[in-house]
């Protein structure tokens, strides 16, 4: 599909996106290509996508697209090549404030696990420090921004066992970290994640046989792991939708043995913890 679109919630209405210089559109820097598995992020003022390939099978790419809605055509999408790093497909967004961080990602037959930064306000790139701990073979499945580092999540299958691996990097002076992995309850490829403001949760997945419905958190403050209750948890999934309203998580979607899910959950995250409850397996559409 080589089209976009913005909502706008106050007015319910959609307006569709500028053809010129658009990479979903036939005019645009992408010419007929389209864009998949690539990476985006809202700077506040921008859209900034980064990576993936093409619907062509070319890619992938590490052409940046920055796409601005109060800008008039042709200048709502300019694009930067000028990253240090290759592209990869799927690589992991965090944006600090005055910078686009991505990590991790993968190309054919083995994830990347390099990253670089991207400041909009002088259009430039800087390369990040890479850490051996993350390899060819390890799959890096949750990247968030805690204020102020980058907290990356990863899990490795050796010999039937997944090995989970943390690390945190200080942008500040390009270093990384270890984070505690004790009591980290099992975390598992296609799981959903949302950052609360203090913790990271993470909820369902694929361990590869099966999918679950566990959820766990991780507090970086205390650098410590709980593994929390899934009693009324939605349905077992992997690929689902995680939000945080400001006071609980809501699980939306998601596929169970390649068949899609319109379900959900939400669960309140207080001093109680607690599962909302399954949500109505329906939507209502205006």
Not at 67 to 76: D, E, G, L, V, W
Not at 80 to 106: A, H, L, Q, R
Request: include cysteine; proline fraction near 6%.
């Amino acid at each position: 599909v080589l089209d976009g679109a913005r909502y706008n919630p106050t007015t319910d209405t959609w307006t569709g996106s500028y053809i010129n210089d658009d990479p979903y559109c036939s005019c645009g820097p992408v010419k007929r290509s389209g864009k998949l598995d690539f990476s985006s992020i809202w700077t506040g003022t921008e859209m900034l996508i980064w990576g993936g390939g093409d619907i062509r099978g070319q890619g992938p790419t590490n052409t940046l697209y920055r796409y601005s809605p109060t800008n008039s055509a042709p200048n709502i999408w300019k694009e930067n090549s000028s990253c240090p790093i290759d592209g990869k497909y799927n690589p992991n967004p965090v944006w600090t404030g005055t910078e686009m961080i991505v990590w991790g990602g993968f190309i054919v037959g083995r994830f990347v696990n390099n990253g670089a930064r991207y400041k909009p306000a002088t259009d430039t790139w800087d390369t990040i420090a890479t850490n051996p701990a993350f390899d060819s073979l390890t799959h890096v499945l949750a990247v968030f921004w805690t204020g102020n580092r980058m907290i990356a999540i990863g899990s490795k299958l050796l010999n039937g066992t997944y090995t989970h691996i943390g690390r945190k990097y200080n942008p500040a002076n390009n270093t990384w970290e270890a984070i505690s992995m004790a009591n980290a309850p099992a975390i598992y490829a296609d799981c959903a994640c949302t950052w609360t403001g203090t913790e990271l949760l993470i909820f369902g997945g694929s361990n590869g046989s099966a999918f679950v419905n566990t959820t766990a958190s991780y507090n970086p403050q205390a650098n410590t792991w709980t593994t929390l209750t899934n009693t009324n948890a939605p349905t077992p999934r992997g690929d689902a939708n995680a939000i945080w309203t400001g006071n609980m998580m809501v699980i939306w979607s998601g596929k169970n043995n390649n068949q899609p899910l319109n379900s959900g959950g939400r669960y309140v995250f207080a001093n109680q913890r607690k599962i909302g409850g399954e949500i109505p397996n329906l939507i209502t559409k205006k």
